[in-house]
Nanobody, 123 residues
Framework: QVQLVESGGGLVQAGGSLRLSCAAS????????MAWFRQAPGNKREFVAA????????AYAGSVKGRFTISRDNAKSTMYLQMDSLTPEDTAVYYC????????????????WGQGTQVTVSS
């Protein structure tokens, strides 16, 4: 059974930084793509960033490019999202997702999800 567990959310002032973690377990992920999505109240779950587990290919949403950095530690089976220059518009619940195959920007294409971690950016 695949399990994804997010951590690292919290309250931060605008301009600050947070690092989210997603610990993955339950199988080998070498042929998987992992992604971060976020969902604000009343909004759909939107793509933030993704990475392929083996090659390390990356993709970012335009709204976070240059501010957020996705990475993974294969030895720890953990994915990270370093978030810098945060703005109130980044406030949302952040979810970690996993799917077999290549990166996809649609939440519905991901098979496994974590429980989410709240990120709140105050102005």
């Amino acid at each position: 059974q695949v399990q994804l567990v997010e951590s690292g959310g919290g309250l931060v002032q605008a301009g600050g930084s947070l690092r989210l973690s997603c610990a993955a377990s339950g199988r080998a992920f070498s042929d998987y793509a992992m992604a971060w999505f976020r969902q604000a109240p009343g909004n759909k779950r939107e793509f933030v960033a993704a990475i392929t587990w083996s090659e390390g290919h990356k993709a970012y949403a335009g709204s976070v490019k240059g501010r957020f950095t996705i990475s993974r530690d294969n030895a720890k089976s953990t994915m990270y999202l370093q978030m810098d220059s945060l703005t109130p518009e980044d406030t949302a619940v952040y979810y970690c997702g996993a799917r077999e195959g290549q990166i996809n920007l649609l939440a519905g294409r991901y098979t496994y999800w974590g429980q989410g971690t709240q990120v709140t950016v105050s102005s």
